[in-house]
């Protein structure tokens, strides 16, 4: 059997489907490519109100599945395809092991690959569009785990299933190129950027070959992302003044002078703070101040670094200067909530200048509850940007 700690070590330790990455408690979860429940359980304790519906069609690892899965779990033993199944067993075979069933069918070819030992399975099939017609309801929120070695290139081929792959609120998959068809099967970036193709649309897509992730747009949200205020505000006409208030090594910084911004103020005092200390001793902070000199070499003529806090740094920049703020500094409540209101008076009234913040869905920080409020007292709309981790951005236009 395969060790039950390998499987743990990646689904559960290191978080590999980044289930963690979630900031909404999906209404359902399809678990495809079950094998012994690992993935399920681990759902099931982060979401536990989430119902799971869960795939697995070789019958030993089902067994396991059936007996020990999470009471309300939907199970089939069914794999992933379309008509009669071809089962490829793993060489190194066993429960828990990556047992491979595939099928030809709607619009997919199994590829003719050499020296596997294939034998046609009274296993049945089904396809994602099936089991999204009978569990999800209009809104309910979608996350699905796939890993069914390679029998998911019969989905990418199914409009239908595709369908359901861009409806998803969290896509969460391993691919396996070996079962692709055509030239680029033996290439993982190919498979990657094919599932790029198909999912960059709706969703914001991120991948560490072989696992790929596409978590969906925010819909009616104009920047899937803080990299993408750049396009927004070139849009608008305001690549005038910014500032990043929080600047540790400049790496956003250099992402903003990219963008094109007339002149970027830098604000940090690089050294911890008695009220409030972030942890990072002095020399780390003067290593950070290091690093972001050299970030933004070659910037010099439009930076103006403030190496002070960002309340003595506001003294210094005047009201309605700026287009663009992003707050990332101290994210205690009491700090954000001094910040955002210092900031806002430095942004120019009556052209779309924007107020952008980090961190704001973290539930460690204070960001949420100050941004919240901040919002609530002046009737303003928080737009969500939703990155890659926890680390969610806001941000706020300026009537
Ligand atoms: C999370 S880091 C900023 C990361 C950066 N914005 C980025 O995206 O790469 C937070 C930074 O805020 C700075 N900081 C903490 N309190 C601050 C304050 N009151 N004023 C300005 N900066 C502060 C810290 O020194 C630290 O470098």
Redesign the pocket.
């Known amino acids: 059997m395969r060790q039950i700690s390998t499987l743990y070590g990646e689904v559960v330790v290191l978080d590999a489907y980044k289930l963690q990455s979630l900031i909404f408690p999906p209404d359902v979860i399809f678990d495809i490519g079950a094998n012994i429940g690992v993935f399920t359980h681990y759902a099931h304790e982060m979401f536990p109100d989430a119902p799971i519906v869960a795939v697995e069609p070789h019958p030993p690892n089902f067994a396991v599945l059936e007996e020990f899965a999470p009471l309300g779990t939907v199970l089939f033993n069914r794999a992933i395809g379309c008509g009669q199944m071809l089962h490829y067993p793993d060489p190194e075979g066993g429960v828990g092991g990556g047992e491979t069933y595939i099928s030809n069918g709607d619009g997919y070819e199994v590829p003719d690959v050499a020296g596997h030992r294939i034998e046609e399975v009274d296993v049945q099939s089904l396809l994602l569009d099936a089991l999204h017609k009978k569990y999800v309801r209009p809104g309910d929120r979608l996350a699905i785990k796939i890993d069914c070695e390679g029998a998911e290139n019969i989905l990418f081929a199914h409009p239908p299933s595709v369908e359901v792959l861009q409806k998803a609120d969290f896509v969460t998959m391993e691919l396996h190129p070996y079962w692709m068809d055509g030239e680029s099967r033996d290439d993982p970036e190919a498979l990657a950027s094919r599932v790029h193709k198909i999912l960059g649309e709706t969703h914001r897509c991120d991948s560490e070959i072989p696992m790929f992730y596409a978590w969906r747009k925010p819909d009616g949200e104009p920047i899937a992302g803080r990299g993408e205020f750049g396009g927004l505000l070139a849009e608008r006409g305001l690549l005038g003044n910014a500032a990043?208030?929080?600047?540790?090594?400049?790496?956003?910084s250099r992402d903003i002078l990219d963008w094109g911004v007339r002149h970027l103020l830098l604000?940090?005092?690089?050294r911890e703070?008695s009220d409030?200390p972030?942890g990072?001793s002095d020399e780390q902070?003067e290593a950070?101040y290091q690093e972001c000199l050299t970030n933004i070499q070659g910037y010099e003529d439009r930076t103006t670094i403030l190496r002070m806090?960002?309340?003595e740094a506001a003294k210094q920049t005047p009201d309605e200067s700026l287009d663009f703020c992003?707050i990332?500094?101290?994210h205690r409540f009491e700090?954000i909530s001094v910040d955002l209101p210092t900031w806002w008076r430095k942004l120019r009234s009556g052209v779309g200048a924007i107020l952008a913040g980090?961190d704001y869905l973290s539930p460690d920080y204070g960001v949420n509850r100050a941004v919240t409020e901040f919002a609530a007292e002046r009737g303003l709309h928080v737009h969500l940007v939703i990155e890659h981790q926890r680390d969610a951005s806001f941000w706020m236009e300026k009537p």
């Open positions: 990043e208030i929080g600047v540790c090594s400049g790496t956003y604000v940090d005092p690089w703070l409030a972030c990072i902070h950070y806090t960002s309340v992003s990332d500094a101290n700090g980090h």
